[in-house]
């Protein structure tokens, strides 16, 4: 309630001054992404994708992955953002959440607290700060997000400080937060949830991050009552090399305590290199590994897999883009996953331990 009362408070303040000067503070922008996804072991059955993915969920059919407008409000000492969508990323990925708030996409504001300095405080839904992919395909060095974005917040809510050094090198956030990709905060979650993000530029072409997250969920009921708190790490490097060439690692390791002993552990690698042969053409190849042996963040299992399996999958993709122009971007790409267990990939008609995605998207922006 604390955070909601925030919220329209700074969004009052920004659009006062909205209401005095709108000529050049307010902004729009629109996107839209379509998809095409294959399954190559069951080509002719139309069903939702692998259990732990939610981002191009409808398999061997054509689909709208996300279609987003956006507004933006500045005048230098306030600001705000508002973004309403529709689609399979809001349809799958917000599934907890109130039917009612599915489909914001982001709705905050943001007072700057110093003059000369760029210090805001900040309310409201926010793009995630773990990891370095979001839920606007265009914006992301592959088509399909990795294992570990799926399965992490894509979007936060509560209040953040947000400081920013004088040359933009240098980049701090503390969030306290309602929960663990939550918009509103869990009845009968204990405690408080708490972010911080560090981002470090030490050359124009090199971004160090390091971000966590600490305190309660709301996801583990049988935990609740006994103390139960994250303890989330996750840490990045994107770097360009060379002139054509943009790489990019990721590391993340959580824990999750119950009476201050940790109960259970998952990890994620992921990495990937982009070649540019032309400004519209480029290949990416991705490789990672998703390690969650007691589907901590993994919730769309059956309790008897969960109870007989342990989940480790491999993933490697190789992906083509072509910038048709600077709306549209027509892109393509190859998946591969891996794991030792059959039960990890879905219904299926015969058990593999092993499957091929084929992905196509056509991605515009306004």
């Excluded at 003059?115 to 805001?120: H, I, R, S």
Aim: net charge positive; hydrophobic share 40%; with cysteine.
């Amino acid at each position: 309630m604390r955070c909601t009362l925030i919220v329209f408070t700074l969004l009052g303040i920004c659009f006062c001054g909205y209401a005095q000067d709108s000529s050049k503070k307010f902004t729009w922008s629109a996107y839209g992404e379509f998809y095409a996804a294959f399954d190559a072991i069951e080509p002719r059955t139309n069903q939702n994708s692998l259990p732990f993915l939610v981002n191009h969920k409808r398999v061997n059919n054509v689909g709208l992955n996300i279609a987003l407008v956006r507004a933006h409000y500045a005048n230098g000492n306030t600001r705000a953002n508002a973004g309403i969508m529709l689609g399979d990323y809001s349809r799958y990925n917000l599934g907890t959440e109130d039917l009612s708030l599915r489909n914001i996409y982001e709705l905050n504001a943001g007072v700057k607290l110093l003059k000369y300095d760029k210090l805001w405080l900040d309310a409201g839904v926010f793009e995630s700060y773990l990891g370095f992919e979001g839920p606007l395909g265009v914006n992301n060095a592959t088509l399909t997000r990795s294992m570990f974005a799926e399965n992490s917040p894509y979007y936060l809510s509560g209040v953040r400080l947000h400081y920013t050094s004088r040359d933009s090198r240098i980049m701090l956030s503390a969030y306290y937060l309602n929960g663990w990709q939550r918009m509103v905060r869990p009845n009968g979650m204990s405690g408080t949830a708490w972010g911080t993000h560090i981002v470090f530029m030490p050359t124009q072409n090199t971004v160090i991050s390091y971000g966590t997250f600490w305190g309660g969920d709301g996801f583990r009921k049988q935990l609740q009552q006994a103390n139960y708190k994250r303890w989330f790490n996750d840490v990045y490097v994107l770097f360009k090399p060379f002139k054509k060439v943009e790489a990019g690692a990721l590391f993340d390791y959580g824990i999750d305590y119950a009476d201050r002993q940790p109960a259970y552990r998952w990890y994620a690698l992921n990495g990937f290199v982009k070649y540019s042969f032309t400004p519209r053409f480029s290949l990416t190849g991705r490789a990672e590994r998703f390690s969650d042996p007691n589907y901590t963040v993994l919730s769309n299992f059956s309790s008897s897999i969960i109870n007989s399996t342990r989940f480790l999958m491999h993933a490697y993709s190789l992906n083509f883009d072509i910038k048709l122009n600077e709306q549209i971007t027509f892109r393509s790409e190859a998946r591969a996953f891996e794991s030792g267990d059959h039960n990890l990939f879905g219904k299926r008609a015969k058990p593999v331990n092993s499957t091929q995605l084929y992905t196509a998207s056509l991605c515009v922006k306004f």
